[in-house]
């Protein structure tokens, strides 16, 4: 074996890499609590970056509608703070606007809901005094039941050990709910910060971060990795906007088709639905319960009827226009767009549904260009096989 410097310094490479593994194994404990911990760190940075991408794809959109011509070095200076500015705006304007129409409804509902308790609290009791006189031996069950022969002495120990204990267990929950929520807070906080930030700066953290994969990195990796970086943007990029595409499709039938039937809450309804749609596949269903409540309490049997509305228009969306408005926006097949859903929400929950579409269509893509390539390098040496 030829031992020269250069082989030397692979195999010593190659020797600290493997009792670096073998060191991660053994210590696995350790090492998962140090990611959590780095990960608590920095989970607010990438919250923030994040809302970036998200906010980012609005934010393009209005510099090229409102600050295209814009050439003086004034409207150069305002153009990116505004475009910034807006887009929050829509999106809280957004959020304002579902409030509104959604929270009054279910406050109004929530009081009729309790103002009719009382009356069937009187109907049950009437139902079971006629239950009780067609059915005798109801009653004689009841009456055998002494309340006298309970052991009043062991229930109120009970009682008082559960206060006992129970107080400090929720003085301690408050506590950790309330550090929890003040600490909820300022991650947002901090989030929208870098967020603005990433924003304002986005092309001087690229360009910056462009020479530093440089520096580093070969220059096939290089290209490589910028080349996979634009695609996969490319692909959460379209995948964003075929969702909210798709919410808004949703929301206009839902909102057309009881408008028709003769529904309540039609416009409430529709538009609770289609921002709950936002969340791939599933999140309608949430606006279907809000809704199918809020026409129950109004009227049950056109709640039932609101249900199976809600089957058919939700069996021709996850069929019909979900796969072919998300699928085409990151040219992924339908069939793709249906397991990387079921796959994301199974091991992610929301966040798997919401993320695995783009990383999916990314993956396929790459597979897809390599398969190709590999295919016409075996196809210009077939003919010089044959001969």
Known sequence: ???????????RGLILFTAAVCL????????????FFLVG?????????AVAFVMNIPMKRIERLLFAKAGN???????????????FAAVILLLVLVTVTVVPQVTKTMMELGNKIPQFLVQAQIQLEELFVSQPQLLAMVEEY???????DSIVSTVVDFLKNGLGSVVTSTVTVASTIVGGVVNIFVALVFSFYILAQKEKLGSQLKRVLHAYCPAKVYDRILEIASLAER???????????EAVILGAMFVVSMSVFGFPYAVMVGVLIAFTALIPIVGAFVGCFVGAFLIMVDDPVKAFWFLVLFIVLQQVEGNLIYPHVVGNSVG???IWV?????????????????????????????????????????????PADST
């Open 332 to 334: 992924l097949p339908s």
């Open 338 to 382: 249906l397991a990387a859903v079921t796959v994301g929400g199974s091991l992610m929950g929301v966040l798997g549904m919401l993320i695995f579409i783009p990383i999916v269509s990314t993956v396929y893509a790459l597979i897809r260009e390599d398969v190709n390539e590999k295919n016409r390098k075996r196809a210009a040496l077939r």
């Open 24 to 35: 991660a194994v053994w210590k696995i404990d350790i090492l998962l609590s140090g990611i």
């Open 1 to 11: 074996m030829d031992f020269s410097r250069d082989n030397i310094r692979k195999i």
């Open 41 to 49: 760190i920095v989970r607010p940075f990438l919250y923030g970056a």
């Open 235 to 245: 692909n959460f990029s379209n995948f964003i906007t075929g969702q909210c595409t």
């Open 146 to 152: 002494n309340p006298a022969d309970m052991n009043w």
């Open 73 to 87: 070095p004034k409207a150069e200076k305002i153009k990116r703070p505004a475009s910034i500015v807006l887009s």
